[in-house]
């Protein structure tokens, strides 16, 4: 049985990006960021980084769409940080 993220319409792409659990986090944060969950954050981060490098990714899976296939760009990464400015 497969169960609706938290937050279905946000996608952290996992497939074919930086496997590093920094690196993943990373994409989770700006993610939110841009979703303006910035507030959530630190909720997500106590949760994901709580256990071994499975638990991330079982924890970042039960909050977002991880589809490799969703329309995401890469652009977008590079310029979200000058937005934080």
């Known amino acids: 049985m497969t169960t609706e993220p938290k937050y279905p319409e946000l996608v952290v792409p ?14 989770a944060q700006r993610v939110m960021r841009n979703a303006d969950l910035d507030n959530e954050f630190h909720h997500f981060h106590s949760e994901a980084t709580s256990g071994d490098y499975n638990h991330l990714l079982r924890t970042v899976m039960t909050w977002f769409s991880t589809d490799d296939d969703a329309d995401y760009d890469e652009d977008d990464e590079d310029n979200w940080d000058n937005d934080r400015d």
């Not at 996992?14 to 994409?27: E, P, T, W």
């Open 14 to 27: 996992l497939v074919g990006h930086d496997g590093n659990a920094f690196a993943i986090l990373g994409r």
